[in-house]
């Protein structure tokens, strides 16, 4: 006899809490965090490029801090809070990194942004104010096939003052 899933031991579905809506997917333990959100939550905003943890493409944030989902298995995402870039902003009102990068067109093909975005969104939410410096070596692991580089730059700082500026306007006064 072959040991084929039958549903009544297929495991129990993974409780995931994505861009502040909790899901129950129906994914292996050991599946891909990546491939659980394009695959069965269609969020495309993460992915997939080297699939090693290598290149950035597929970042996501998990409480906060920026983490590669193409490594990641989906039960360690159990409990924790997951942001994808759907999660920083809508087309209408994108979130300031993502505003900085429209207003400074840092994309030839696009297909890094999401890790550029992504990675930027975590320094700046615990460091509002970075260097230059500190910028250029967050987003040092975050490889662009096209070149883009200087423009991805130019979004990242602008990206801070952006942030800076919504952080007065939300103040109170
Ligand atoms: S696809 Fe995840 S790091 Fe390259
Ligand atoms: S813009 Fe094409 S990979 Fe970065």
Redesign the pocket.
Known sequence: MGSSVTPSNAPPPIRLTVNGCAHDVPAAPDTAL?HVLRNDLELNGPK???????????TVLIDGVAA????IPVRAAQGRAVTTLEGLGTRQHPGPTQQAFIDCQAAQCGYCLNGMIMTVEALLRRDPCPTEQVLRSELHHNLCRCGTHVEIMQAALRAVQLRAARAAEDSPR
């Open positions: 990546l997939y490029g080297c699939g090693l943890g290598e290149c950035g493409a597929c590669r989902s193409c490594v």
